[in-house]
């Protein structure tokens, strides 16, 4: 519109507040996502080992059910700090092919069609465009993880009584803070890959490919020097020596905790340096 017509007018609408408007870019970005049959499927796919859980802790309650089905109470699995691990270790797995469908999405379409600097030039920082794509998978993962964990822990609360909840705080917690980097890691390592291959197909292949040649790289390094310290590269290695400890199961993990901390924390700092590298309002072509 020309300026000398002077028709134009200021937005006179309601504005959003600084601190949530990058809650703009998951909600977009989650309804482009569902559009997808897949995605749906996996997600109803998500909801089954849940739900099979619920019906252990309840069967634990019900001896009529259990006379009906013909079962021994002693064959169940105990609800106990392993029960809760291995829920965490199922989900995880299908957060892993979920976060290989939906992250690679999230940045590479911004950086090939030079959209970054229409996010930018607005009042919208690095971090919260970051903030933003990251929610995307977290809001997914934590729909299969951590919620359905605490539906699970309350479930059997209510059926025992208060009592063992008090006791087993210290699984919720691990519960809670294991899904937690669990989704963190997953989120970061997928936006890394979708800012550095601008090809969605290329960045999901590479988020497995990546993941088992450094289980294979850790497996060689091992072998030649005699050592676990390949293991530390290896991401579902040092995830499970964490979740062990955090949830105080011994013998789950050849990693030690302390060198799985570190190994996590690294990983997270590569993957923001490289995100860091990427994100910017323009970018010199040499």
Avoid at 95 to 123: E, K, M
Wanted: hydrophobic share 55%.
């Amino acid at each position: 519109m020309a300026v000398y017509k002077h028709t134009y007018q200021r937005y006179e609408g309601r504005l959003t507040p600084a601190w949530s408007r990058f809650l703009i870019l998951p909600r977009y970005a989650l309804q482009q996502a569902f559009r997808s049959k897949f995605l749906i499927s996996l997600m109803v796919a998500g909801f089954a080992w849940p739900l099979g859980c619920a019906i252990v802790i309840y069967l634990h309650h019900n001896l009529s059910a259990l006379k009906v089905l013909n079962m021994n109470p002693d064959r169940l699995m105990a609800i106990d700090g392993h029960f809760f691990y291995l829920f965490l270790w199922v989900q995880s797995g299908i957060g892993f092919i979920l976060t290989a469908f939906v992250g690679p999405g999230l940045v590479s379409p911004d950086l090939a069609n030079n959209g970054l600097p229409l996010y930018l030039s607005r009042p919208f920082s690095r971090a919260e465009y970051v903030l933003g794509k990251l929610s995307v998978i977290a809001i997914l993962l934590s729909a299969i993880t951590w919620l359905p964990g605490m539906f699970l822990f309350l479930l059997q609360c209510s059926l025992v009584g208060i009592g063992w909840c008090g006791n087993n705080l210290r699984v919720l917690m691990a519960l809670l803070l294991g899904s937690w980097l669990w989704i963190a890691c997953l989120s970061l390592f997928s936006l890394t890959l979708s800012a550095w291959v601008k090809w969605r197909f290329v960045a999901g292949a590479l988020l497995f490919g990546i993941t088992s040649f450094a289980n294979g790289i850790g497996a060689a390094i091992n072998n030649i020097f005699t050592t676990k310290t390949g293991l530390l590269i290896n991401l579902s290695e040092v995830m499970q020596s964490v979740w062990s400890s955090l949830f105080g199961l011994d013998g789950k993990s050849t990693v030690a905790p302390e060198d799985a901390w570190r190994s996590l924390l690294a990983f997270c700092a590569i993957c923001l340096f490289l995100l860091s590298r990427k994100i910017r309002a323009y970018e010199v072509i040499k």
